[in-house]
């Protein structure tokens, strides 16, 4: 046999040997070409799960800023691949999530001036404070050129470094500026990150100044605009396209700064004053709070003093040292305190002193550290409101001043409707001289109490916006402002000086145009003299609240107000300042029945839930209108509470001490959260105490859809919708864009029409309002096109409840709805 030459086992071991060469080409490609476009998947994968992570930062970051409670948010820095048996991986996909610093990192509002006078000791003319940036890189092998992910100055964005010498495009809206509430809000970083790795790292965003106090600001030459310079990567363009920035030309205009690269200007163009919050968040190590930048008067009776110490963000400091000024005299009997929780101090004065000193902060070196006040204690009277403060006291050694005595309290004066929107009290001349009173100013404690009007014909008592009479001899006079319904006398955080002396211009705002003017005030009656010992009283009809934004009755029962009365005594002019507290017009013996816990039939409650929830960016937005009948004189208030069933920090209570109105609440964050929204009305016990004599709760969820139980609080007297249209005009190249022309009958009780457009998907949200009638209204959220949206016309009765609307549901496609 020969074996030599058997050629049977040559196949087999060649196709075995093609076979494995085979499977080694395969695995080679797989590894080459599959295996890299997976992992790509992974990462692209998790770039967009850091995304919502790092939008979650940014709201935590929003959220703290704005209740002051810290939550903390994982991030997800790398990832992992999946395991494979015969072939490679890379390592683990790592990132990097820093902090970073602009070339100049400040803050700053120029040409603004606070309202208030103390407060506009420290902000006047501009406000500035340094800021920083959150990053993240991806550290990808596969996924070409991913974005960074930044968040600065509330927005978060994609931001491509190599693309254009760097280029962010947002991905959420601002917050920097609302044009509908006329808020401006800056939320700074502070502190140090810096990590790298491929797990996840906590962030917890903490309140180094916070939750943001609101501070009434207004422009401080009015004829040009406010102007907010802010350090960002994303462009002028971007913010105009991608956020409501560019919604509302004329009034906020954003470009970028002309010498700077990384800072863009926004002007602010609004009329009258305007909202400012500000708050310093933390995020890291070496976060630092602010510390006490200036100091402000809270109360002076004359007998006590309270002052409040507070950071450049507006926000109370405890613990810091308040000292009488070496220099003054010291009618305290202790040098200094501390402040308390509340950042608060307050000295008690020592019998039988009389001073004027100075209290500081630091070294004092500057006004804003100190407050100067004037105390005395040499004589009685003060009664329950106290005396004492701007400039009182008497001349040439002696004790007296006007003083206030007895209880102030709330009246109903001769306008149409019943609610006691009227203060009256009493002052004492405690001079050994007559005195003749020529001006007296208010000042509401409640900053919403911003409107006087008596709503009544005549002049005098309950008919006049001030009357003042004296008691021992019925001389009196009276100052009338002439004004048309929609009209009302502006009350600011300074408050509202009416002149017994003469006729003056007073500032006007006008609901129906929504727009400030003036009138002259018309003084009637004679020279208002009060004799040694004798009393006159003094009566403003009547105050309304929220003027600028929804006005509406007020029962002003239980609110403070702070009152300086002007005279002259032996030729010279000088003032006395009371903080009075209006007692229910029961304890004035008046208001008819029903106190000591009311009686008589329960209240009945109306109520309309607007839910205008933008999800995409989280943020919550309602609007509860309401109204109460069946009242009776132990009304103190009516309270809704937005209760998140899921979230507690997302909660609210909002109030009003009308029987009839609108309460907006708003958070930024909380969307598609359950709310149980209760209406409580509130009414007085007659002995010091309050019970909720009716209730009634809506449960809804944040989704920009209203509750099917919404009634109608539309009256015989209040505004209608009589006509309007709506015109998509959507397209590719611009995004969503809606028309709108609408037309509110010409008669009825109306504050303003709010035409607002947010998307119940992924789009955005925007809005305007207005007047009675519209035309060309355009309206265009900054993105969102083919994406469903809901479009509202609100019409607002006169106490700030929606009273008629149109909604539609209409796809930002281009046609209809």
Do not use: C
């Amino acid at each position: 046999m020969r074996f030599r030459d058997d050629e049977r086992a040559v196949t087999v071991q060649i196709g075995a040997i093609l076979l494995f060469a085979t499977i080694i080409i395969a695995l080679s490609l797989y590894q080459a070409t599959v295996v890299p476009a997976q992992n790509a998947d992974v990462e692209y994968k998790h770039s967009q799960t850091v995304q919502n992570q790092l939008s979650d930062v940014r709201n935590a970051i929003l959220r703290t800023a704005g209740s002051g409670n810290s939550q903390p948010v994982t991030v997800s820095l790398g990832t992992q691949y999946p395991s494979r048996v015969f072939l490679m991986n890379p390592p683990p996909a790592t990132g990097t999530l820093r902090t970073g610093a602009y070339e100049n990192g400040t803050v700053q509002l120029s040409n603004v001036n606070a309202t208030n006078d103390e407060t506009r000791d420290f902000l006047a003319g501009s406000w500035n404070a340094s800021t920083k940036y959150l990053a993240f890189e991806p550290d990808y092998s596969e996924y070409d050129n991913p974005p960074d992910l930044l968040y600065e100055s509330s927005v978060l964005s994609n931001y491509y470094p190599n693309a254009d010498n760097g280029t962010a495009i947002p991905l959420t809206d601002q917050l920097l500026v609302d044009n509908e509430t006329k808020t401006i809000t800056l939320v700074t970083l502070n502190g140090s990150v810096s990590t790298t790795r491929a797990s996840a790292v906590s962030v917890t965003p903490e309140a180094s100044s916070a939750p943001y106090q609101r501070v009434q600001v207004e422009k401080a030459e009015t004829a040009d605009p406010a102007v907010l310079s802010v350090p960002t990567k994303i462009s002028a363009a971007q913010l105009r396209n991608q956020t409501d920035l560019g919604s509302h030309p004329g009034f906020v205009d954003v470009t970028d700064h002309p010498t700077e690269s990384d800072r863009v200007v926004i002007e602010v163009d609004w009329d009258g004053e305007f909202t400012l919050q500000t708050s310093r968040i933390g995020l890291g190590s070496g976060s630092e709070n602010p510390g006490a930048h200036y100091l402000t008067l809270i109360e002076n009776r004359g007998d006590r003093v309270t002052v409040e110490a507070r950071d450049r963000f507006n926000n109370a400091e405890s613990g810091v040292t308040v000292s009488v000024s070496a220099s003054e005299p010291d009618p305290f009997g202790e040098s200094s305190k501390q402040t308390d929780e509340d950042g608060r101090a307050t000295f008690e004065v020592s019998d039988n002193e009389t001073a004027t000193t100075t209290l500081e902060i630091d070294d004092g070196s500057t006004d804003y550290e100190r407050v100067t006040v004037t105390v005395d204690t040499t004589t009685g009277g003060g009664g329950g409101g106290g005396g004492g403060g701007g400039g009182g006291g008497g001349g040439g050694g002696t004790a007296g001043r006007l003083v206030h005595v007895g209880d102030a309290y709330a009246f109903d004066g001769e306008d149409p409707g019943t609610e006691p929107g009227g203060l009256n009290l009493t002052v004492e001349n405690t001079y050994g001289s007559d005195v003749t009173i020529t001006d007296v100013t208010v000042e509401p404690e409640n900053i919403d109490l911003n409107g006087l009007s008596d709503k009544a014909s005549g002049e005098g008592y309950g008919q006049s916006e001030l009357n003042v009479e004296a008691l021992d001899t019925g001389t009196s006079a009276a100052v009338d402002v002439p004004l048309p319904d929609d009209e009302y006398t502006y009350v600011s955080d300074r408050g509202l000086t009416l002149s017994l002396e003469e006729n003056r211009e007073e500032r006007i705002y006008d609901t129906s145009e929504r727009s400030f003017t003036t009138t002259e005030t018309s003084v009637v009656g004679s020279a208002v003299t009060v004799s040694s010992g004798n009393r006159a009283e003094i009566a403003f009809a009547e105050f309304y609240a929220s003027v600028t934004n929804g006005v509406s009755t007020v029962n002003v029962s239980n609110e403070d107000f702070r009152v300086s009365v002007t005279y002259t005594q032996n030729g010279t002019s000088k003032t006395d300042e009371f903080v009075v507290y209006a007692e229910p017009p029961s304890a004035a013996g008046g208001g008819g029945g029903g106190g000591g816990g009311g009686g008589g039939p329960t209240p009945q409650i109306s109520f309309r839930l607007d839910d205008l929830t933008h999800q995409d960016t989280s943020a919550v937005e309602y609007v509860g209108s309401y109204s109460v009948s069946d009242t009776n004189a132990s009304f103190e208030r009516v309270e809704i509470e937005y209760a998140n069933q899921n979230d507690a920090s997302a909660s609210d209570t909002r109030q009003k001490t009308a029987t009839r109105g609108g309460l907006q609440y708003t958070s930024s964050y909380g969307a598609t959260d359950t709310y149980d929204v209760t209406v409580d009305v509130i009414y007085s016990d007659g002995a010091g105490g309050e019970y909720v004599a009716a209730s009634k709760t809506v449960t809804d969820t944040a989704d920009a859809v209203n509750p099917s139980t919404n009634e109608d609080l539309s009256t015989g007297s209040t505004a209608t919708l009589d006509s309007s249209t709506i015109e998509d005009r959507s397209n590719n190249g611009q995004g969503p864009r809606y028309r709108f022309d609408y037309t509110v009958s010409s008669s009825g009780g109306f504050s303003q029409t709010r035409i607002v457009v947010v998307s119940t998907g992924n789009g955005a949200k925007a809005g305007t309002s207005g007047g009675r009638t519209g035309t060309d209204v355009d309206v265009n959220p900054s993105y969102g096109l083919n994406e469903p949206f809901k479009l509202s016309i609100l019409v607002y009765g006169p106490d700030g409840a929606v009273v008629d609307d149109r909604i539609v549901l209409d796809t930002a496609n281009g046609s209809g709805p």
